[in-house]
């Protein structure tokens, strides 16, 4: 992929006195970008901010060009009625004609294997496969730019493995990921680069390999040695 699909210009968020992102200056041309960091350094802030959740305090987001996002949380909201119908939903909130919403729907559904519980409640189903049907109502909008905060953060090995597969599905598809995760192994399996994120501020932004080997920063170097003993 040649060029940033992304720029970020000294981008800051203030809350409540409290500065929580802080002249944030970073360019994103790569397919699969993880940021990393301790607990409360801001990155889950920095997706909402780039997702649009969250309007910044100062500083600018550029995009060259306008990508169709989609955006998967740690818990995601499941609507109370079938696993089906949560997929369809999101396909009318973004104007899909009714006579192609259910057909998309089954799709995704199928593509993250789920097919067969589509008419089971979103809201009975386990943690992993309410994280699926999450995946695939993002997935039925054929986002080009899908942003992932901690998808497997509460979910067992298991159900961890099968959300990395559909990532990586999706990915396949020409789709950029960008995500979070406290799970160092998730990092390297799915990273091209880490941005890597301390305090509000971008510390390091470095190809996955090189930073897990050869970190460049000393905050860096002190969270991995915390994080793999």
């Given at each position: 992929m040649s060029g940033a699909w992304l720029a970020i210009d000294r981008l800051s968020l203030t809350e409540g006195g409290t500065r929580i992102v802080e002249d944030v200056s970073l360019s994103l041309s790569a397919q699969r970008s993880v940021v990393l960091g301790p607990n409360g350094a801001g990155k889950s802030t920095l997706?909402?901010?780039?997702?649009?959740?969250?309007?910044?305090?100062g500083g600018a987001l550029h995009w060259p060009r306008a990508l169709a996002q989609a955006m998967v949380f740690q818990r995601p909201v499941m609507l109370r009625t079938t696993a089906l119908a949560n997929v369809i939903y999101g396909l009318k909130l973004k104007g899909y004609a009714a006579t192609e919403c259910e057909q998309r729907a089954r799709q995704a559904l199928a593509r993250v294997g789920l097919e067969a519980l589509a008419k089971r409640p979103a809201r009975l189903l386990s943690g992993g496969e309410q994280q699926r049907v999450a995946l695939a109502r993002a997935w039925a909008l054929e986002p080009?730019?899908?942003?992932?905060?901690e998808p497997t953060a509460s979910?067992?090995?298991a159900s961890s493995r099968e959300v990395e597969r559909i990532i990586k599905a999706?990915?396949?598809?020409?789709?950029?990921?960008?995500m979070t995760t406290h799970n160092l192994g998730q990092a390297r399996r799915l990273a091209e680069e880490i941005v890597f994120i301390d305090r509000g501020r971008i510390v390091e932004q470095t190809p996955a390999e090189q930073f897990f080997t050869q970190p460049q920063t000393g905050a860096a170097q002190r969270f991995l040695k915390e994080e793999i003993p």
């Open positions: 997706l909402r901010l780039i997702h649009g959740l969250l309007h910044p305090s080009e730019l899908l942003i992932l905060d979910l067992d090995p999706i990915a396949v598809t020409g789709a950029r990921i960008l």
